[in-house]
């Protein structure tokens, strides 16, 4: 059963994370939703008036309540078409994942990424870049300040390097389908000055080949700053979704660069959806 995982840690922004994953699930047509607290993870915020647990034992029974709480409320706009399942443990938040994702059909992974209070973003920022770069699965970081509606205008988030080596084509193009959206490619690490090089066109041509059957729009961006120039884009476009594909090089790390996370994450209302080489919706 096709399953959507959705992280918690009781903050206005997980929880509000946790709707956008069941208006997500409704579009692309998946059944099933996982909530999911580590113990690992301290509470952020929650507006149950439960006592402080002494005890893993208390600790187990609070978050199930909350988990509860959160579950019960999402039914009331999932309805009969989607299935919300609870876990709570105390393992580490990266390790139960990939545990979650090995024993479950688990094909997306869902976190917020911003909040009100300065304890929700150092809590929430930190595994958010952790799981970027180790989760085997696309991973979904929704700000608190993202509409929770259906998703139409999609950018993909390109550096034309090694276009044809690590795009997860299949990855991407499904969950276009799925959604019906539209698709634009946005090179965000260009050079105007190598525009005409070998290599480039190269890539160019690369490009073309991989996504032309979408009919995308290709776009440029000269802005220095790509964390500026996606952020200008996705505002002049009306984007719901931007997508990054996690890789080593300077344009991966540039992605966890602070104006990024402040601007895409922190202090946006676009999702950010990292995509490895990894098969999704098939």
């Not at 952020?44 to 008036?49: N, Q, T, Y």
């Not at 009100?116 to 085997?136: D, F, P, V």
């Not at 996606?230 to 344009?251: C, G, T, Y």
Request: with cysteine; proline share 5%; net charge negative.
């Amino acid at each position: 059963m096709k399953t959507i995982l959705v992280a918690t840690d009781f903050s206005e922004t997980a929880s509000h994370a946790a709707y956008y994953a069941v208006s997500m699930a409704m579009q692309i047509g998946f059944p099933r939703i996982m909530l999911y607290h580590s113990y690992d993870i301290p509470y952020a915020s929650s507006d149950i008036p439960l006592p402080e647990p002494d005890n893993i034992q208390q600790l187990h029974e609070k978050s199930v309540a909350f988990l509860e709480y959160l579950k019960n409320d999402l039914t009331t706009v999932a309805g009969q078409q989607i299935t919300i399942d609870i876990h709570t443990n105390e393992s580490p938040l990266l390790l139960a994942i990939e545990t979650f994702v090995q024993e479950e059909d688990i094909q997306l992974v869902v976190m917020g990424t911003t909040g009100k209070r300065k304890i929700e973003k150092i809590l929430l920022g930190s595994n958010c870049q952790s799981l970027a770069k180790e989760c085997t699965v696309p991973l979904l970081l929704v700000p608190y300040e993202a509409p929770v509606q259906r998703i139409k205008r999609i950018v993909l988030a390109t550096d034309l390097k090694e276009v044809a080596e690590i795009s997860p084509v299949m990855t991407i193009k499904n969950l276009i389908h799925a959604l019906q959206a539209k698709l634009f490619i946005l090179n965000v690490d260009y050079n105007e000055s190598e525009h005409y090089s070998p290599d480039i066109i190269a890539q160019q041509k690369a490009l073309h080949k991989l996504w032309d059957d979408e009919n995308p729009e290709y776009h440029f961006t000269n802005n220095k700053d790509c964390a500026a120039g996606i952020a200008a884009f996705a505002e002049e476009k009306d984007i719901q979704l931007v997508i990054a594909i996690p890789r080593k090089h300077s344009f991966f790390q540039s992605l966890f660069h602070r104006s990024l996370t402040e601007k895409l994450a922190y202090h946006s209302h676009i999702p950010l959806l990292f995509v490895k080489k990894t098969q999704f919706l098939d």
